[in-house]
């Protein structure tokens, strides 16, 4: 992996064979990023993704099998367990372009990563929701609709 | 609705059973920001998508049925009537990971929404064009290839 | 193609007729952005995607046909051979809001195409790496997992 850092911007590099999630993880416990949010594209294989099912309150998970291209990674950065974790949605596309997408478990790089991250200076944590079922994010202000 | 705002960047949590659209737009309307780049991720219902017909000039709307992760939304803020509007394009999965996505008319969280907004201090805003048939966005500069 | 700059964001929108990776490749080069994150939406025509075969170290290449709805463009703007090189995937949505995706090569606006780039003061460029057989993203700093 390498990165290049300018104030709150982060140029990153997941080289081949590296675990995606494992490595921006260990990237932002290093460095101290509690808060941020990251995107970027890539070509990757060993692909975990899934959809959350509501009512059972479980994700249901599947294996993307092959190489395939990363054309959509969208995620945040926030505190659980006082620890930065990583939240991502992606989208992928197969060799006939097709594509399949969920929430990101892990993947690994299979050719190039190129990633984004903007580091976001606050406090967001995440607590157990019971309703949703899951850790949500909880910040500092409350926006009510008039 | 929760927020937390560092200078030019929102981290904004929409809660389960608000509506996406409304609620950003509420959100830039209250806090005057009236360009801006928003993206995000999710679990969504009650979701109504749409493609644009370029030669009939209307948008075909589809609804999007049951709970379906959002797995990308893309989008952006300009003055539209002297108004904040939201302009934003989604990509959707379903329980088999497979992906649908277009123009957002209107979504409702189902389980979490979480959104970066990053304010443009800029006056951007939206303009019928007859030949496109849309409100499209007029900025200050114009860029041409030699 | 206008665009609008405020220090070190850029909204663009490129025009209909006008080719996207062209526009913002010519658009980096004229005003000197080195490095960069680009995304945005809109609804193009004449599309060229592709996948990249890692075992033959060759694209995989499909035209798109019609009109389609781009509900994600993702990329950054890296030097290579000490020119600005934008490097893009996209998700596209037809009017049954399916969707197909990939690398881009090129598209033409059909309607709108609205942007959002964050120019990077650093100075990563692209050099073959014989390994994966592409010009890989090198920057500034390694970092190690332990």
Same mark, same amino acid.
């Given at each position: 992996?390498? =990165?290049?850092?300018?104030?709150?911007? =982060?140029? #990153? =590099? $997941?080289?081949?064979?590296?675990?995606?999630?494992?490595?921006?993880?260990?990237?932002? $416990?290093?460095?101290?990023?509690?808060? %941020?949010?990251?995107? &970027?594209?890539?070509?990757?294989?060993?692909?975990?993704? &899934?959809? =959350?099912?509501?009512?059972?309150?479980?994700? $249901?998970?599947?294996?993307?099998?092959?190489?395939?291209?990363?054309?959509?990674?969208? &995620?945040? #950065?926030?505190?659980?367990?006082?620890?930065?974790?990583?939240?991502?949605?992606?989208?992928?596309?197969?060799?006939?372009?097709?594509?399949? %997408?969920?929430?990101?478990?892990?993947?690994?790089?299979?050719?190039?990563?190129?990633?984004?991250?903007?580091?976001?200076?606050?406090?967001?944590?995440?607590?157990?929701?019971?309703?949703? &079922?899951?850790?949500?994010?909880?910040?500092?202000?409350?926006?009510?609709?008039?």
């Amino acid at each position: 992996m390498q =990165y290049e850092r300018v104030e709150q911007d =982060y140029f #990153i =590099y $997941i080289e081949k064979n590296e675990k995606v999630m494992h490595s921006l993880t260990q990237f932002c $416990i290093d460095n101290k990023i509690q808060n %941020g949010k990251v995107s &970027g594209i890539g070509a990757v294989k060993e692909t975990e993704i &899934g959809a =959350y099912d509501t009512l059972e309150k479980i994700y $249901i998970r599947k294996e993307a099998p092959g190489v395939l291209e990363l054309i959509s990674f969208e &995620g945040n #950065i926030t505190l659980k367990d006082s620890q930065p974790f990583v939240h991502a949605h992606v989208v992928l596309s197969n060799h006939d372009m097709n594509t399949l %997408g969920g929430h990101l478990f892990e993947t690994t790089v299979a050719a190039v990563g190129e990633f984004f991250l903007r580091k976001f200076e606050g406090k967001a944590f995440r607590k157990l929701n019971e309703d949703v &079922g899951l850790p949500c994010i909880c910040l500092d202000n409350k926006f009510s609709m008039q």
